[in-house]
């Protein structure tokens, strides 16, 4: 086959990319220029091209530069900034995939003639009876499967993901065995568009207008606090609320963008029986009324069990809310069976 490998500079693209290879493929690497600012704490940044080519040039490949930085702007900075602006709490690194790296990367591949592209994701792609379907990743720890929920059938056609058999100590060990310079890089962490430097709530002011909320109690409605800004603010979080000098332990359980008001409350106010959520995609057939899934609402959270219902995911007991605007993932065993935004 010939194929065309996302290299982000990482490790784990570049064993990818080297398995391929060695398993006789005719592979080609490119690396995606996704953010034109400053970058140091996710996968675009300068040096993460640079280590990219001279993985490539070590296993005998060529490597391209592909410039998605307009869309990357547009269809995922944008997105964030806009979503943060209704007051919803977007999942950047999902709408990347979603948007770039399994949407124009995948098309460009087929416009080049390539019979299919490769990442270093930790999940795993098989034959079934009705097409291909997602699994997790063998790496419980790393298992990135959630990140790749909303993938459809079309896109998981011409997808290999291969070091989803391995975990991620056996990658590293495989990277060094072959001399390969990422073999002891750290990972990616975090927004790849912010900067160490730079807090979420800078970043959100210099694009949108941001606006100064209350905190208050719920039930009671005995102001708390205050806030900068109210764009900034997620369910369920705890921390940065500026009620420190409060003995009581109090979460985010609701955004009132209309009264400019964050109510807080205990951690029993955020357990929830059932999510609400929009826009469902699915790996494969959709899903029916009643049918018994685990739901996952985090990159790295726990499976729960819950019946599916159109636009509502009902969980066999109560789990804390879901921040609207994040991705509900929906699973049966290893596979993953789609995803939704929360609504």
């Known amino acids: 086959m010939r194929i065309l490998v996302a ?17 006789g493929h005719e592979v080609v690497g490119a690396t995606m220029k996704l953010w034109g600012g400053v970058s140091d704490s996710g996968c675009c940044s300068v040096s993460d091209v640079e280590d990219a080519r001279r993985v490539a040039a070590r296993i005998g490949i060529d490597h391209h530069i592909f410039n998605f930085t307009e869309e990357f702007e547009e269809s995922v900075v944008g997105h964030y900034v806009e979503a943060h602006a209704r007051g919803l709490t977007p999942n950047p690194c999902i709408e990347c995939n979603r948007r770039v790296k399994f949407d124009l990367f995948i098309d460009r591949a087929v416009r080049l003639g390539f019979d299919g592209v490769a990442t270093g994701h930790y999940a795993r792609v098989a034959e079934g009876p009705a097409g291909r379907r997602l699994l997790r ?9 959630y990140v790749l929920s909303m993938l459809s059938q079309e896109r998981l056609a011409r997808l290999l ?5 391995f975990k991620k100590p056996r990658v590293r060990e495989i ?10 890089k750290a990972d990616s962490q975090d927004v790849c568009f912010i900067a160490s430097t730079t807090s979420r709530v800078d970043f959100l002011s210099r694009r949108t207008v941001m606006h100064p909320a209350r905190l208050v109690a719920s039930g ?10 109210i764009e900034a603010v997620t369910i369920g979080q ?19 963008r209309s009264r400019g008001e964050v109510v807080l409350g205990t951690v029993e ?3 929830v029986s059932e999510a609400r959520f929009a826009e469902p995609t699915f790996t494969g057939a959709p899903l029916r009324a009643g049918e018994a899934i685990e739901c996952q609402t985090s990159a790295h959270g726990r499976a729960v069990g819950a019946v599916y219902e159109p636009g509502r995911a009902i969980f066999d007991s109560p789990v804390k809310r879901v921040a609207p605007g994040q991705t509900i993932a929906f699973y049966r065993g290893d596979e993953v069976l789609g995803a939704a935004i929360v609504a």
């Open 161 to 165: 993901l291969p070091i989803g058999e």
């Open 220 to 229: 009671s409605r005995q102001v708390l606090g205050e806030l900068p800004s």
């Open 175 to 184: 990277a060094a065995s072959a001399g390969l310079p990422t073999a002891a």
């Open 238 to 256: 705890r921390r940065g609320l500026g009620t420190a000098g409060d003995s009581a332990r109090r979460y985010v359980i609701e955004v009132d």
């Open 7 to 23: 290299m982000s500079g990482g490790v784990d693209s570049s064993v990818a990319a080297m398995l391929l290879k060695e398993a």
């Open 137 to 145: 990743g063998i790496d419980v720890a790393k298992d990135q499967s």
């Open 269 to 271: 106010e955020t357990m």
